[in-house]
C-alpha cells in the first residue's frame, strides 16, 4: 500500500430505485482504499439533497441542512474527486448535477478523475464530455485519462468487485495518472514545490472575473 496520504471523496448520483451504477460506484472505492487513499463514498441515496434552491455557501454558519453540511465537509476535505457517471439522454443524471452544483469553494485547486458507465456498449462517453465542461467550471479540471464502463450491469458484482478483470488492469492506469495530479496540486497548495501565489479564481462565466 502506497504511503501518499490522500483523501478522495467518490461522487456518485443516480435516484433511480433499480440503479445500477452503485457496484462502479463500489468498484473504485474499493481500489482506491487498497491503494491506500481515505475514501468516502458521496451517494445521493445516502446525502439526499433537496432540488437546488439555496447553494451550502448561501447558508449562514451552521443553518444548512445536516446532510449537505456533511457532504460540504467531506468535499472540503478531500484532495480530489473520482465522479462516478451514469449517461442519461447523453448527459449527466440529474440527481448527480443536482449534489455536485450545491458547492463551490469546496472544489477549488483539486483534481477529478471522471467514470462513466452505460447500460449498452458505449460506456457514457457522450455523459463524459459534459462532465469535462461541468467540472472545470467548477474549479475541479478533470485529468486527461477516463474510466469508461460498459454493460454495467454485468461488469461488476454488489461488493463491488469486477467480473471481467480486464478492468482492474485498467484501472491500475487510470488511478495511477489521478493520483500524480492529486499529489501534484496538494503539493502546490501546501506550497511545498510551488512557490506561486494561487492565482484568483476567474468566474468568467458568471460575470465574476
Ligand atoms: C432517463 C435515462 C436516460 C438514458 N439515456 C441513455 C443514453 O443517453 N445513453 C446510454 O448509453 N444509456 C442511457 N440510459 C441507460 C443507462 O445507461 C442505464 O439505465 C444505466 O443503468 C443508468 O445508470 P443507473 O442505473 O446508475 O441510474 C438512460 C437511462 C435513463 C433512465
Redesign the pocket.
Given at each position: 500500500m502506497q504511503d501518499h496520504g490522500l483523501k478522495t471523496a467518490v461522487i456518485y448520483g443516480?435516484a433511480?430505485r433499480?440503479?445500477?451504477?452503485?457496484n462502479a460506484a463500489r468498484f473504485i472505492v474499493n481500489q482506491l482504499g487498497n491503494r491506500g487513499h481515505t475514501v468516502s463514498l458521496v451517494d445521493t441515496e445516502e446525502y439526499q439533497l433537496p432540488m437546488l434552491d439555496l447553494m451550502h455557501k448561501e447558508y449562514d454558519d451552521g443553518k444548512a441542512p445536516q446532510a449537505m453540511q456533511e457532504v460540504a465537509d467531506i468535499l472540503a476535505s478531500a484532495d480530489g474527486y473520482v465522479i462516478v457517471s451514469?449517461?442519461?439522454?447523453?448527459?449527466v443524471?440529474p440527481a448527480l448535477k443536482n449534489l455536485l452544483d450545491h458547492y463551490q469553494s469546496e472544489y477549488l485547486y483539486k483534481p477529478s478523475a471522471i467514470v462513466t458507465?452505460?447500460?449498452?456498449p458505449?460506456g457514457?462517453v457522450?455523459?463524459l464530455i459534459n462532465l469535462r465542461g461541468i467540472l472545470a467550471e467548477l474549479g475541479t479540471p478533470s485529468i486527461p485519462s477516463a474510466f469508461p464502463v460498459s454493460v454495467?450491469?454485468k461488469s461488476f458484482d454488489k461488493n463491488g468487485e469486477a467480473i471481467d478483470e480486464a478492468y482492474e488492469k485498467r484501472v491500475k492506469r487510470f488511478l495511477d495518472e489521478y493520483e500524480w495530479y492529486a499529489c501534484a496540486l496538494r503539493n502546490a497548495r501546501e506550497k511545498e514545490t510551488c512557490d506561486s501565489e494561487q492565482p484568483v479564481q476567474q468566474g468568467l462565466c458568471r460575470g465574476t472575473g
Amino acid at each position: 500500500m502506497q504511503d501518499h496520504g490522500l483523501k478522495t471523496a467518490v461522487i456518485y448520483g443516480s435516484a433511480r430505485r433499480e440503479r445500477r451504477g452503485i457496484n462502479a460506484a463500489r468498484f473504485i472505492v474499493n481500489q482506491l482504499g487498497n491503494r491506500g487513499h481515505t475514501v468516502s463514498l458521496v451517494d445521493t441515496e445516502e446525502y439526499q439533497l433537496p432540488m437546488l434552491d439555496l447553494m451550502h455557501k448561501e447558508y449562514d454558519d451552521g443553518k444548512a441542512p445536516q446532510a449537505m453540511q456533511e457532504v460540504a465537509d467531506i468535499l472540503a476535505s478531500a484532495d480530489g474527486y473520482v465522479i462516478v457517471s451514469g449517461e442519461y439522454n447523453h448527459s449527466v443524471p440529474p440527481a448527480l448535477k443536482n449534489l455536485l452544483d450545491h458547492y463551490q469553494s469546496e472544489y477549488l485547486y483539486k483534481p477529478s478523475a471522471i467514470v462513466t458507465y452505460s447500460a449498452g456498449p458505449f460506456g457514457g462517453v457522450r455523459g463524459l464530455i459534459n462532465l469535462r465542461g461541468i467540472l472545470a467550471e467548477l474549479g475541479t479540471p478533470s485529468i486527461p485519462s477516463a474510466f469508461p464502463v460498459s454493460v454495467v450491469q454485468k461488469s461488476f458484482d454488489k461488493n463491488g468487485e469486477a467480473i471481467d478483470e480486464a478492468y482492474e488492469k485498467r484501472v491500475k492506469r487510470f488511478l495511477d495518472e489521478y493520483e500524480w495530479y492529486a499529489c501534484a496540486l496538494r503539493n502546490a497548495r501546501e506550497k511545498e514545490t510551488c512557490d506561486s501565489e494561487q492565482p484568483v479564481q476567474q468566474g468568467l462565466c458568471r460575470g465574476t472575473g
